[in-house]
């Protein structure tokens, strides 16, 4: 199983600043790896796929990259509805899909 | 437009079984998959399994091998997770979601979630 991490657990940072959220995976994943947003109470909202394409209705603002074991998730310039929880996935080697822990953005 | 619907919040009691259902629609059907994603409260995000609408083929997540099973209904578009021999580590937020529109794999659309409490 690939086990995903994600660091730091905890980024306190303001509006209008860039946000940069890690995530590493125990072997490679290729490009296989998809960013994911939660708010509190609400359902996952998938982000980027395929380490760099937005998905559907994603602004520009959230971008992907990476490759192999090591990605990032760059938000340019927070805006207030950007604080969440965010977590990666990858499928490349799958049974079973795997998540990382989780990178909560939180209002400094 | 894409909606899962899911059936409403469960409590159960240890050792029990409990049954949730997602209905979709605004797609086809058997053209994507189903997963099963849960999340425990103040925790992360746990795969649990796929289901194939198509032929109803299934894969599962090793840990719940034995007490997790998948099921459709193509008449009314409906999925069903059945998880067994309850314990209380299984309290959490169920999600059924969709995987296909990218890939099966990527999970692009999501239900509402279903919370199971398992209590003593």
């Known amino acids: 199983e690939i086990v995903m991490t994600q660091s730091p657990a905890t980024l306190s940072l303001s509006p209008g600043e860039r946000a940069s959220l890690s995530c590493r995976a125990s072997q490679s994943v290729s490009s296989y790896l998809a960013w994911y947003q939660q708010k509190p109470g609400q359902a996952p909202r998938l982000l980027i796929y395929?380490?760099?394409k937005r998905a559907t209705g994603i602004p520009a603002r959230f971008s992907g990259s990476g490759s192999g074991t090591d990605f990032t998730l760059t938000i340019s310039s927070l805006e207030a509805e950007d604080f969440a929880v965010y977590y990666c996935q990858q499928r490349s080697n799958w049974p079973p899909l795997t998540f990382g822990g989780g990178t909560k953005v939180e209002i400094k | 437009q894409v909606h899962l619907v899911q059936s409403g919040a469960e409590v159960k009691k240890l050792g029990a079984s409990v049954k949730v259902s997602c209905k979709a629609s605004?797609?086809?059907?058997?053209?994507?998959?189903i997963h099963w994603v849960r999340q425990a409260p103040g925790q992360g995000l746990a795969w649990m399994g796929v289901i194939n609408p198509s032929g109803g083929s299934t894969s599962y997540a090793q840990k719940l091998q034995g007490r997790v099973t998948m099921t459709r209904d193509t008449s009314t578009s409906t999925v069903y997770m059945e998880l067994s021999s309850l314990r209380s580590e299984d309290t959490a937020v169920y999600y059924c979601?969709?995987?296909?529109?990218?890939?099966?794999?990527?999970?692009?659309?999501w239900g509402q979630g279903t919370l199971v409490t398992v209590s003593s």
């Open positions: 395929d380490a760099s």
């Open positions: 979601t969709r995987g296909g529109l990218y890939s099966y794999d990527y999970l692009d659309f």
């Open positions: 605004g797609y086809t059907f058997t053209s994507y998959y």
